[in-house]
């Protein structure tokens, strides 16, 4: 990442762009990754490509964009605050042009930290229409047949509950209701673990991109811009490295984020609680659920993005 200065208002466009076109690339494997996490008990999907599969089947095409628009209106601002702040932390604690691995890290927590702001109502959006199609899959399965000592939460809903599909939920719809009856503090549910998950994630990811994006260049010319493709696959490399490593703690993430349950599937009071009940119920390999998903989401995602970023439309911009 080279130091050269750039403008505030630049690196803003900069991030906008490169987030635009990355989420648009990777946004259906992202909706395979948030429908696997949320399954506890009916197993809906076997993987990410029976996943993809079934919404396509009984969605169309567009099922898999379901909840995009919301993610491309946010993901501007959230890329543009984590891209650009994440800049201008390396900026302020680089001296002469050099910056230690304990820099790096601070930098990344700091745009992780200021991402948050955005990230939460995002995510807590864009999993509810996200996960609509698995819930309503969900409910057109045959239900399980019950052993005599089952639990009586288990017990399938009468079937007059079921003769009325539920109304498809939407942004606005959504955003409304949880403004009514939570308020604000509603669209920032689940706000601690999106902390939790993005502060470790940044940590890793921008010294590691730093360091890789750096690569086979003399010291004396650090301040010239890596090629795109070293970009490219510097952001894919480092983006699947921190995705792997912080996905248990978007498995919590998600499920907390989730309002809408499934028959005989959990709800948290918060993230002890969560964690302790997916380690009763489900053991420890549930939460790398979703992992090569997230894993082929965030690499190609932050590849394209940080390619894009390098490309320095904010700066050709700046210049017209």
Known sequence: ???????????????????????????????????????????????MLDCLAKTIRSEGYFGCYRGAAVNLTLVTPEKAIKLA???????KLSKDGYLPLWGEILAGCGAGTCQVVVTTPMEMLKIQLQDAGRLAAQRSMPAPVQSPGSASSS?????????????????????????????????????????????????????????????????????????FWQSFGAGCTAGSVAAVAVTPLDVIKTRLQTLQKGEGEDSYRGIIDC????????????????????????????????????????ECCSVC
Do not use: H, W
């Open 85 to 91: 702040a994440n800049d201008v932390f390396r900026q």
């Open 155 to 227: 017990v399938a809903p009468p079937p007059q509950a079921k003769s009325t599909p539920p109304q498809r939920p939407s942004a606005t719809r959504i955003t409304v209701k949880l403004l009514k009856t939570r308020g604000l503090a509603g669209l920032y549910r689940g706000a601690g673990a999106t902390l939790m998950r993005d502060v470790p994630f940044s940590m890793i990811y921008f010294p590691l991109f730093a360091n890789l994006n750096t690569l086979g260049r003399e010291r004396t010319n650090m301040q010239a811009k890596a090629p």
């Open 275 to 314: 964690t302790r009940r997916i380690m009763m119920r489900e053991g420890p390999s549930a939460f790398l659920k979703g992992a090569t998903c997230r894993a082929l989401v965030i690499a190609p995602l932050f590849g394209i993005a940080q390619g894009v970023y390098f490309l320095g439309v904010g």
């Open 1 to 47: 990442m080279g130091e050269k200065k750039v403008s505030l208002p630049a690196k803003l466009i900069n991030g906008g762009v490169a987030g635009l076109v990355g989420v648009t690339c990777v946004f259906p494997i992202d909706l395979a990754k948030t429908r696997l996490q949320n399954q506890q008990g009916v197993q809906v999907y076997k993987g």
